[in-house]
């Protein structure tokens, strides 16, 4: 996995190709997998790599993605959450429970 990738836009479409496929959302306290349908305990996953990204034009446009993956269940995938003024404090809490890969 790469230090950088360039934009946002850019990195989700590289961390793709590297097998994170999987778009992870938040439903309360865990993570949902909406195409399959399935609701993931925190517990079962793993934080790779964290990407920072600062709005350019304007600095509400900042965000932070996750490169997750949980080898109980053999999935990769992303979620993006917003920092700053802009984060989401449900996605953060959850963030915070999840285990950081080092």
Do not use: C, W
Not at 43 to 61: A, C, L, S, Y
Not at 88 to 100: E, Q
């Amino acid at each position: 996995m790469k230090e950088s990738y360039g934009t946002l836009s850019e990195t989700i479409n590289g961390l793709k190709k590297e097998g994170y496929t999987i778009d992870f959302n938040i439903n309360q306290e865990h993570l949902m997998h909406q195409e399959a349908g399935m609701i993931l305990s925190p517990d079962d996953f793993e934080i790779d790599k964290v990407f920072r990204f600062e709005g350019q034009t304007n600095p509400d446009d900042q965000s932070i993605l996750y490169a997750i993956s949980s080898p109980k269940f053999g999935t990769k995938g992303l979620l993006v959450n917003g920092y700053g003024i802009s984060s989401d404090p449900v996605t953060s809490k959850l963030i915070s429970k999840l285990k950081t890969h080092h």
